[in-house]
């Protein structure tokens, strides 16, 4: 019996050791990445890129206007904050401490003091860097700092490490703003994004304590006939995902995802490229962003259906973050979708399936080491 039990210590700790090694090797590859890729973008602006000027259509007893260039969305933002009377439910998750953010926080603060109702939402752990001194708020505006740490004890249920990541602007439920656009001096000319203003009883913001967002995409994917295009700044989707486009691709559907070619989260990228091989021999067509950061979530599927939101196609979008998707069953919102689309094709270059295949050995180590990275984000 001795012997047995020293022969399973044995076996354990060279478990343990194994398992320590694999999972070190991907986190220092993880971080080599990051670092290098951090140090090649030092100094590096963005090119100009295409966009679609704000297309506004009627839906459901009112409009939405649809944005891809943020200084025309922060324009119509900060007007619509001027123009309170009553209340403005403000909710971001990165707000920067440039000129960007510096004039929204003076125009809540301006509403405010007029007498006007101001809560206002943010990330702690998305704004960890910015200057402590910019998130000194006056005690007119009503401010609730979503926390760093959620878990609690439960530290192993990666479900309570989701973050607030919403955007939204609702004032005087009259008029509110959703998407992907979070707050700063580079979102509004550097990055290509999308977002919606909605009126009419499209304001009325639901608070659900489930995630539907997910159900809600394989719902339309599973009953697309003609096409579905997608849009997204991440893309790491659980395996059901994947099956639902590739069963898409093979019943001969127009299925087309557009990524950015290089994001602002390398890891994420090698990642995302892990699905690539599949969803190509399927017939689904990747379309990758050049030169600039793509952070659309977006969708539109057989010219009736869209979404405009801030869930990634990732695990914690999917089943952790606190999110908003606003879904349209709309022909003439998913003309203007499918318009916001090829403007964006206009500047991706298309991965095809031979270039895929002959990538180099660097390439395909790479996506294996960090394939079991994928659950986690």
Aim: overall charge neutral; some cysteine; aromatic content about 12%.
């Amino acid at each position: 019996m001795p012997r047995d039990r020293s022969s399973s210590g044995r076996l354990l700790s060279t478990l343990r050791r194994t398992l320590l090694a694999v999972f070190g090797s991907q986190l220092l590859l993880a971080i080599g990445l990051t670092l290098v890729d951090s140090y090649r973008r030092r100094g590096k602006k963005p090119k100009p890129f295409p966009t679609t000027g704000p297309s506004e259509v009627e839906v459901g007893g009112g409009t939405v206007t649809t944005y891809t260039f943020g200084q025309d969305l922060y324009d119509d933002m900060l007007a619509a904050i001027d123009g309170a009377q009553r209340q403005i439910l403000f909710e971001t998750y990165i707000w920067k401490a440039d000129e960007v953010g510096e004039r929204f926080k003076r125009a809540l603060t301006e509403a405010a003091d007029r007498g006007v109702d101001v809560y206002v939402i943010y990330d702690a752990f998305a704004n960890a860097v910015v200057d402590p001194r910019f998130k000194h708020f006056a005690p007119s505006l009503k401010v609730l700092r979503y926390p760093i740490y959620t878990a609690g004890l439960r530290f192993y249920d990666l479900r309570r490490y989701g973050r607030d990541h919403r955007k939204i602007l609702v004032v005087d439920d009259e008029v509110g703003f959703v998407g992907g656009y979070n707050i700063g001096t580079p979102f509004a000319t550097e990055w290509r994004d999308t977002h919606c203003r909605i009126t009419g009883p499209g304001v009325w913001v639901p608070r659900l304590w489930m995630f539907p967002i997910r159900s809600m995409y394989l719902e339309a994917i599973n009953r697309a006939t003609g096409k579905i295009w997608l849009t997204h700044a991440y893309f790491i989707p659980d395996q059901d995902f994947v099956d639902a486009l590739v069963t898409a691709g093979l019943r001969g559907v127009d299925v087309r995802l557009l990524l950015p070619a290089k994001s602002n989260h390398i890891v994420a990228d090698w990642l995302s490229r892990g699905y690539f091989g599949q969803l190509l021999e399927a017939g689904v067509r990747i379309f990758r962003f050049r030169d600039a950061m793509v952070h659309a979530k977006t969708a539109t599927i057989d010219g009736q259906w869209s979404t405009i939101g801030t869930a990634n196609i990732d695990r914690l979008s999917m089943t952790g973050n606190y999110e908003i998707n606003v879904e349209f069953i709309d022909d003439d919102m998913a003309t203007a979708m499918e318009k916001v689309f090829q403007t964006d094709l206009s500047n991706c270059v298309e991965l095809t399936q031979g270039e895929w295949e002959s990538r180099d050995i660097y390439r395909r180590f790479t996506e294996a080491v960090l394939a079991p990275l994928r659950p986690l984000l």
